[in-house]
């Protein structure tokens, strides 16, 4: 039972560079979340989806583009990415809304991202 | 501005000692309340969470308290191991009418450490 697979651990880009972050899971989970975690930040919300074919903006989405071809992966892209972008990125992903309100998200263990 | 605040980055406490973790938050339309714990190199992981129609919840050496006049919550350890050092973080799920996001608004993180 993987749970929340993500892709690739460490990376270190050039500013400039474009990449994308893989997010697997094989819990059938409908909702699907991108957060980055930056000291004294916390983890902040950058995209999210309710389902296959659906995503939307969370709180810092500027300079991100997201995915949701198939119900089990969501992809995170940076098209050009830019240094305030190094950063801990977690993938994380729930049944439903009421599942996360009892019982929270299945976090994937984070891409660490630097830019230079 | 900060829906959900940590106020304390670290916390240092005794083994068999009560560790008490603070969480204050700034809106009342948050229905849940959930504590996450999270080693480094992993992803967070659930914990405990209330509802706020509660003002209590335990799990073993886990209990969360709830005071909504004050917007205040805390998470109790009692007795504190040393495998409990690790940060924590507290995060608050708004209330939604018709939107289903499952959206998860997260703290700065508290970082324990607990000394055998």
């Known amino acids: 039972n993987a749970g929340v697979t993500q892709t690739p651990k460490f990376r270190v880009l050039k500013t400039g560079q474009s990449m994308t972050l893989l997010c697997a899971q094989d819990?059938?989970?409908?909702?699907m979340y991108w957060y980055r975690q930056d000291p004294g930040m916390g983890l902040r919300l950058i995209h999210y989806?309710?389902?296959?074919?659906?995503?939307a903006k969370g709180e810092v989405p500027d300079g991100y583009n997201v995915s949701r071809l198939k119900k089990q992966n969501f992809l995170l892209g940076l098209e050009s990415a830019a240094p305030s972008q190094t950063s801990v990125y977690f993938c994380?992903?729930?049944?439903?809304?009421?599942?996360?309100?009892?019982?929270?998200?299945?976090f994937g263990s984070g891409t660490r991202l630097t830019v230079v | 501005d900060q829906q959900v605040k940590q106020n304390s980055p670290s916390l240092s406490v005794q083994e068999g000692r009560i560790s008490i973790l603070n969480c204050d938050y700034t809106?009342?339309?948050?229905?849940?309340f959930l504590w996450y714990k999270k080693y480094p190199a992993e992803g967070p992981t659930f914990l405990i969470s209330i509802s706020s129609i509660k003002d209590k919840n335990e799990d073993g050496r886990f209990t969360v308290f709830l005071n909504k006049s004050a917007k205040h919550l805390s998470l109790h350890i009692v007795p504190s191991q040393p495998g409990d050092s690790a940060v924590y973080f507290c995060a608050a799920h708004p209330r939604h009418g018709s939107s289903n996001t499952g959206k998860l608004i997260f703290g700065q993180g508290t970082t324990l450490q607990v000394k055998p």
């Open positions: 994380a992903s729930s049944r439903d809304r009421g599942r996360v309100a009892a019982d929270g998200y299945t």
């Open positions: 989806s309710v389902g296959e074919g659906t995503t």
């Open positions: 809106n009342s339309m948050f229905d849940y």
């Open positions: 819990m059938n989970h409908e909702y």
